[in-house]
């Protein structure tokens, strides 16, 4: 793949005011129904995370889809997900997959997407563009200072609709209606209003985040794409950012192959064919360049971190140091 063949936000158009509306009512409903429990949730497994695959892509950061309307197939790479309306779905940030869309009953698809960057959140309402195919038809971006903690929450329901706790039921309705409830509070106050020359910076960081593992992507190819020229697009990045668009990419780039490192058990040059580097000596030396460590000392470094984290006292006294989990501390003197 040398070139960018994924739809960008430009073919979007900014949300209106009748869309805004549709936006919260959208939030508002799948908020009562996870009050209520009544919210269908559909988190696919984490299974071959970071790993290319012919006609699927991730992203270093999850996916929020809730489905108004139609279905969408998710072809994952240990499973096929089948949303439907009314359903809530999280795509795991570094999981590869394809959607595939079709119309039902109530009317053609359509659904509301949710994107994370680094300081914006980005929701969208997607609608069929070609047969199975879909693509974004308008668009919102909110620039948000807590977005830690929607990315948390997102998290903590991945982890949780796959575990087996006790109370795991309503740990997902909590952790969902306060998502859901941010959300809309995010609609209902954020400005999102962004002028063009913003929008198209953006649009530039969703381009890279759609296209982190595409090797053919470039300033070059980002600008086409949004109908600028390369040296306007790179000034324009830099002054708003203060950071170079193709600094942007290598940065976007390791920091998703330092998730690899430390959440796959990947082969050095699998995560750099994952993270859009074509040679994985090239990607040792950007790594090294941008982290001061080559891709294995880091790990080995990441994963010492871990283990003296598990040997840490757990409780710290006036006297003494405990390490026990929990351990009263009349039974631990005895």
């Known amino acids: 793949m040398s070139t960018l063949e994924i739809g960008v936000p430009t073919r979007g158009q900014p949300v209106n005011i009748h869309q805004r509306a549709e936006m919260r009512d959208v939030l508002v409903k799948a908020l009562d129904w996870a ?23 991730y992203h270093f950061k999850p996916e929020v889809f809730i489905q108004t309307r139609g279905r969408t197939i998710f072809d994952l790479p240990d499973e096929r997900l089948l949303v439907k309306a009314g359903d809530l779905c999280i795509i795991p940030a570094g999981l590869p997959h394809k959607e595939t869309i079709e119309d039902d009953e109530k009317g053609p698809f359509r659904n509301l997407v949710v994107g994370f960057y680094s300081r914006t959140l980005s929701m969208h309402f997607a609608h069929e563009v070609s047969p199975g195919k879909p693509d974004i038809q308008a668009i919102e971006f909110f620039d948000t200072a807590n977005l830690d903690v929607f990315l948390t929450l997102t998290s903590h329901l991945v982890t949780t609709f796959h575990a087996r706790a006790p109370a795991r039921q309503h740990i997902l309705n909590g952790l969902m209606t306060a998502l859901l409830g941010m959300l809309q509070t995010l609609v209902e106050t954020g400005t999102g209003t962004l002028n063009r020359d913003v929008a198209k910076v953006f649009q530039a960081k969703w381009l890279v985040r759609e296209q982190i593992s595409n090797p053919g992507l470039n300033v070059k190819n980002i600008a086409e794409k949004l109908n600028c020229s390369a040296d306007y697009l790179s000034h324009l990045f830099h002054s708003e950012t203060g950071e170079k668009l193709i600094h942007y990419i290598q940065r976007i780039r390791i920091d998703g192959a330092k998730m690899a490192l430390e959440t796959t058990q990947l082969y050095i040059g699998e995560i750099a064919f994952s993270s859009g580097f074509k040679d994985p000596a090239y990607f040792t030396r950007v790594f090294r360049k941008m982290t001061g460590e080559s891709p294995h000392e880091y790990r080995l470094r990441r994963d010492v971190e871990r283990l003296q984290a598990e040997a840490a006292p757990k409780t710290i006294y006036f006297d003494r140091d405990d390490y026990s989990h929990g351990t009263p501390r009349d039974r631990a003197e005895a």
Not at 38 to 54: C, E, V, W
């Open 35 to 57: 009050r209520r429990g009544q919210l269908p949730l559909k988190i696919p497994a984490t299974k071959g995370l970071m790993q290319k695959h012919p006609d699927r892509h």
